[in-house]
Nanobody, 125 residues
Framework: QVQLVESGGGLVQAGGSLRLSCAAS????????MGWFRQAPGEEREFVAA????????YYSRAVRDRFTISRDNAKNTVYLQMNSLKPEDTGVYYC??????????????????WGQGTQVTVSS
């Protein structure tokens, strides 16, 4: 059973930075796409960013495009999310996800087969 373990969350002031990590226990996925999602209290889970293992192609939501950077270390089976210029509205639980069934729907929560347990990010104003 594949496991995804997130780390790096915490409390930061607005304008600050955090780097999240997602370590996969193995990389025997049908798809080579990994994604980050987040869920604010009382809100639905939403897409943040995604990356492909092989070519390193990246995809972002409009809300984070100019502030967040997704990257990967293939040797460590780890995906990172560097978050800069954080805003209070970035607060939420951040989840790592793997193996979307259909690449063209990589922004959709329901497409992913594997999820991590989530890590809390809190941005104070």
């Amino acid at each position: 059973q594949v496991q995804l373990v997130e780390s790096g969350g915490g409390l930061v002031q607005a304008g600050g930075s955090l780097r999240l990590s997602c370590a996969a226990s193995e990389r025997t996925f049908s798809s080579d796409t990994m994604g980050w999602f987040r869920q604010a209290p009382g809100e639905e889970r939403e897409f943040v960013a995604a990356i492909t293992w092989n070519e390193g192609n990246t995809y972002y939501s409009r809300a984070v495009r100019d502030r967040f950077t997704i990257s990967r270390d293939n040797a460590k089976n780890t995906v990172y999310l560097q978050m800069n210029s954080l805003k209070p509205e970035d607060t939420g639980v951040y989840y790592c996800a793997a193996d979307p069934r259909r690449f063209r729907y990589l922004r959709m929560v329901g497409e992913y087969n594997y999820w991590g347990q989530g890590t809390q990010v809190t941005v104070s104003s």
